[in-house]
């Protein structure tokens, strides 16, 4: 028997059926986002203790976000959505109404289909992030990178620390912690290594040149500073970190397969919550120093617990005003500053008791 052949004209049918389909999807998507323009521009939400019922918002602006569920984010968006309530602007999380999970680049499309009056990204070196960028500068929405840049898009403005100075805010606490093994090793009955090994945790999923920054700072201070008898040992490990449970069982695989490092450098909230939970699961408390990132109250109590050595706190409520500013200057004047940088502050045993005190009257 012969095999009966779909004709061209059948093909050419389903492919448009098919098309079409994708089509209605999308149109309905950036609909829903369409709708909550209108509504955000005539009727006001409340974020916080800040009310907005009585603003008249004559701007709609976006935050884009895959990990909008940390506390970072949270912070960075407080800041965002309170900034906006003073300059007339409502500003959304965008994706939180959603029933299911899309990336920043899928977010980035509706966004840029919903016809919004600004984006505010939390992006990456990608090729596809830089040209939806400048596809939203094109259609005359002006984009502003936060926390994790695009430079070599049309962004208006990037939000966030110095990596190169944050790199060498975590070598000057290697050699800290390299002094401190010196002193322990010339004082203690039993045998210690003169060496230290240093692993840093870095995003495998990230083609984001804010890593290569910071690592960069970190060799810098560690070849320069390091005055003890102790070699410090630099590597680093990759991390899965596209989702909570991948960065879990990658960083459960570090302790899993190789001898525990003497000091893990972690880059964001989740790995830092990842490591600590990693250490006191597998008992190896003590073993490691954590040197972490933000100032979540699991983070600070890891601190003084004596767990995590020290962590850095970056101001993400003032993240998120920035980014509202830089639009706003950008509409107003045609240009705003390339390069707005936040204040960080080193957590450690000396100063945790002040944030954990902090903490503690805001939940209160």
Known sequence: MKKKRISTRNLVLVYSVMILIVAVIFVAVAFYFSRTIRAARHAGDTYSAVSSSDVNFSKYYVMISSDRELDFWKSVYKGAYEEGIKKGVCVEMMGENLSEDYSNTELMEIAIASKVDGIIVHADESIEMRDLINEAVYEGIPVVTVYGDSANSLRCCYVGVGSYNLGREYGKQIVKIAREYELSKTTASTHMNDTLKVVALVNSYSDNNNQSLVWSGIQNVVSTENNSEIQIELSQAYVDNRNTFTTEESIRDIFRSQETPDVIVCLNETDTNCV??????????????????YDS??????????????TISVDTYQMGVYCVDAIKEYEEYGYTSQYMLTDVTLIDKSNVSDYLSENEEVTE
């Open 276 to 293: 600590y939970q990693s250490l006191v699961d597998y008992n190896k408390v003590g073993k490691s120093a954590i040197l972490g990132y």
């Open 297 to 310: 109250e699991s983070i600070l109590k890891g601190i003084s617990r004596s767990v995590i050595y020290s």
